[in-house]
């Protein structure tokens, strides 16, 4: 029946391509094509008048990048599935389409089952990442990682004690008896770590100090 089917919405500015990709979707008997745009305000528009299960979004548009279409799409249906389809797969491409709100991935240089089972993971209110967004990801948290690290031995002696004490849920009057200084003191080298490891609010000492593997010892216990 036609009303079960996985409605799409194709953005693309190659026409060539667009009609490729509705061929090929409109040979499956669960997927119809409800529409087009070649650009991104078309996307916007069409987004908002079809309403589709799923939105397949190039990233090179003329008008505007497929990244930003993609959050205000996003914004305004926090509900819409897009699936990128984009020829880039560097890292810094893969990871601003997810952090901007898309559903999954998918090289155009993939095959056509990756994206026939993309379509159709992300319509089920699932994310798909082809192995090689799925690589980018990866790489980049390894990265941030390793630069965490990095960052974190060049705080002084005495800047790591206090940021991992404070970690651990003491007080600055506590660390300032365990280490034979003033709370003042230890509030200053504190906001040194703090500024020195990127960290603006108290809320993401804890998240930092997981990462770090800080609090390995408390879990454990």
Known sequence: MS????????????????????LLLEGEPDIVVIGEAADGQQALERAK??????????????DMSGIEVTRQIVRDDPEMKILVLSMHTKNEFVIKAIESGASGYVPKASTHESLLVAIRTVSGGKRYLHPLAANALMENYIDQESSLQQRFQKLT????????LSAKGFTSKEIGEQLIISPKTVDTYRQRAFEKLGI??????IRLALNLGILDDLKEN
Request: aromatic share 2%.
């Open 3 to 22: 009303n079960e089917k996985i409605r799409v919405l194709l953005v693309d500015d190659h026409e060539v391509l667009r009609d490729g990709l509705r």
């Open 49 to 62: 008048e079809l309403e589709p299960d799923v939105i397949v979004m190039d990233l090179g548009l003329p």
């Open 157 to 164: 002696e005495r800047e790591q004690d206090v940021f991992c």
């Open 200 to 205: 603006e609010h108290r809320s993401e000492l």
